[in-house]
């Protein structure tokens, strides 16, 4: 079996990418999408290649995630609780979107994630 795993880097991705290949003797590739985290990802993909992950992508996808999810968000007025913007639970589907990409290109047989 072969699962693709949104990564972070933190605790929760780190365990749940040992437990996966672990429980299920998956093969684990780890992908992270660059939204602008900038020097949060420096060292990422060591990390997750020391452990467990036979791969680690890292996308690039800053200017899809401005265009087609952060601009949109800005134009309908979207705020939580009407003062609170929405900038990580906004990033989840263009995360996901990056992972199906990963998933597809790999023959991946699920994606999992840590949220």
């Known amino acids: 079996m072969k699962i693709v795993v ?13 437990w996966l290949k ?3 003797s998956a093969d684990v590739i780890a992908f992270c999408a660059d ?15 020391n452990t467990g992950a036979s791969k680690c992508f890292i996308g690039d996808m800053r200017e899809e995630f401005a265009r087609d999810f952060i601009f ?13 913007l929405l900038g990580t ?14 998933a597809l290109q790999e023959g991946a047989d699920a994606i999992a994630h840590g949220a």
């Open 6 to 18: 949104a990564y972070s880097g933190g605790l929760d991705t780190s365990v749940l990418l040992t």
């Open 22 to 24: 672990e429980t299920y």
């Open 35 to 49: 939204v602008g985290q900038g020097d949060e990802l420096d060292g990422l993909e060591e990390k997750a290649l």
């Open 72 to 84: 949109p968000m800005f134009q309908a007025n979207a705020l939580y609780e009407g003062r609170y």
């Open 89 to 102: 639970s906004i990033a989840r589907p263009c995360i996901a979107k990056g992972m199906l990409e990963i």
